[in-house]
């Protein structure tokens, strides 16, 4: 296996990694607005709530950011595989 393969194999991983966390923190606020701010209206703080809310979209947001990076570094990557160099040449652009 190349080098090559071996890297984006590793940014795949990755990226299948935190697109885990991203759903986790999507999970994580949908059961935390629906719970503790629909279901027990008047029962819960909702300014902590909120707190966490936020603290999680921020988390969210970080990750998405990092999936950004990923997937560029991937593309990067694969203009080296052999076969994107070849096709590259045979471009009518």
Do not use: H
Not at 33 to 55: A, F, M, S
Not at 63 to 78: H, K, N, P
């Amino acid at each position: 296996m190349s080098s090559v393969q071996e890297k984006f194999e590793e940014f795949v991983n990755k990226e299948d990694d935190l697109i885990r966390n991203v759903r986790t923190c999507e999970q994580a606020m949908s059961l935390l607005k629906d719970e503790l701010v629909y279901k027990q209206r008047g029962e819960t703080c909702q300014t902590t709530v909120w707190d966490i809310c936020e603290w999680i979209q921020q988390r969210e947001e970080k990750l998405r950011r990092e999936i950004f990076s990923v997937r560029w570094e991937m593309t990067v990557l694969a203009c080296q595989f052999p076969s994107a160099k070849k096709q590259a040449g045979e471009s009518p652009l």
